[in-house]
């Protein structure tokens, strides 16, 4: 027995593994987005604490 692929079967496969696929990606981004915010924010804040604290003794100091 032949069977005969049926393009739109292929199609309808291909689509859905390609929702799956961009699901996935988004998701992922997403994550290394908030991911990268937090530890961003985390090291500004950590700066500008010792920006802050340098500044204040070099008055101080002065």
């Known amino acids: 027995m032949i069977y005969f692929f ?3 079967e292929t199609l309808v496969c291909m689509m859905a593994l390609g929702g799956i696929v961009l699901s996935v990606v988004c998701g992922l981004c997403i994550v290394l987005i908030g991911v990268w915010r937090e530890t961003c924010g985390i090291v500004l804040s950590c ?3 010792i920006i802050g ?3 204040l003794g070099a008055f ?3």
Request: avoid cysteine; charge should be negative.
């Open 60 to 62: 101080l100091i002065t």
């Open 53 to 55: 604290s340098a500044t």
């Open 6 to 8: 049926d393009p739109s």
């Open 47 to 49: 700066l500008m604490l």
